[in-house]
T-cell receptor, first 115, second 113 residues
C-alpha cells in the first residue's frame, strides 16, 4: 500500500490570506494521480483538485493550486484568498494508475479560517 | 440525479449485533468502494468492487462482508459488530474508463456500544 503523510494536523488562517498544506507520499510507481479532497462539517467529501503525475504543470482550480514535486514526492495545496467556507478538513490522496484505481489517504489537515 | 446515496445516516448497535449498510449510485459507474474514517487516520479502504460481479479486499477487511447486488448497489455487512468498528463509513463510485475521480456518498456514522 502507498503511504501518504500529512504532517500538519491543524492550521489556522485569517480570512483573505493564503495557507499552504503539505503532503508527501511514498511510492515506487511512475504513473499515478494525486488528489486533494475537502471535508466540511457536513461530512461530504468534495474533490478540490487533482494532478496527473505525468504532467509537469501544476494544477490550478480557481483559488486552489498545487505544488507538485515528483522527485521529492511532495504535493502541497495552496489556498489563496481564504474564505470562511474553506473551513474544513483536507485530505491528500494517492491513486496508482491502472489496477483497480484505489485511493490511499493521508490523515488529514484541519483548516480553520478566522474572520 | 442523486449521485451516491447511503442508508442509514446514523446507527447505534450493541456488540454482537449485525447490520447492513446500503449504498446505491445512479451514475452508471462500474467501480464501487467502501471506506471507513477514523480520527487521525484518514479514510481506509475496506472492500471494493471493480465491476459488477467482482469484489476484493482492501486495507482493513476483517469483520466485514460485501455484496455487489447489481451495477447500482454495493452493500457492506457487519456480521457481529465490535466497538472497534465504531466509525464513519463512506461509499464511493467511479467510472475508470472515462475518469478516475471517485464520487462519495454522505457517510454513515456507526456507533457500537
Amino acid at each position: 500500500a502507498q503511504t501518504v503523510t500529512q504532517s500538519q494536523p491543524e492550521m489556522s488562517v485569517q480570512e483573505a490570506e493564503t495557507v499552504t498544506l503539505s503532503c508527501t507520499y511514498d511510492t515506487s510507481e511512475s504513473n499515478y494521480y494525486l488528489f486533494w479532497y475537502k471535508q466540511p462539517p457536513s461530512r461530504q467529501m468534495i474533490l478540490v483538485i487533482r494532478q496527473e503525475a505525468y504532467k509537469q504543470q501544476n494544477a490550478t482550480e480557481n483559488r486552489f493550486s498545487v505544488n507538485f514535486q515528483k522527485a521529492a514526492k511532495s504535493f502541497s495545496l495552496k489556498i489563496s484568498d481564504s474564505q470562511l467556507g474553506d473551513t474544513a478538513m483536507y485530505f491528500c490522496a494517492f491513486m496508482k494508475q491502472g489496477g483497480d484505481y484505489k485511493l490511499s489517504f493521508g490523515a488529514g489537515t484541519t483548516v480553520t479560517v478566522r474572520a | 440525479n442523486a449521485g451516491v446515496t447511503q442508508t442509514p445516516k446514523f446507527q447505534v448497535l450493541k456488540t454482537g449485533q449485525s447490520m447492513t449498510l446500503q449504498c446505491a449510485q445512479d451514475m452508471n459507474h462500474n467501480s464501487m468502494y467502501w471506506y471507513r474514517q477514523d480520527p487521525g487516520m484518514g479514510l481506509r479502504l475496506i472492500y471494493y468492487s471493480a465491476s459488477e460481479g467482482t469484489t476484493d479486499k482492501g486495507e482493513v477487511p476483517n469483520g466485514y462482508n460485501v455484496s455487489r447486488l447489481n451495477k447500482r448497489e454495493f452493500s457492506l455487512r457487519l456480521e457481529s459488530a465490535a466497538p472497534s468498528q465504531t466509525s464513519v463509513y463512506f461509499c464511493a463510485s467511479s467510472e475508470v474508463s472515462t475518469s478516475y475521480e471517485q464520487y462519495f456518498g454522505p457517510g454513515t456514522r456507526l456507533t457500537v456500544t
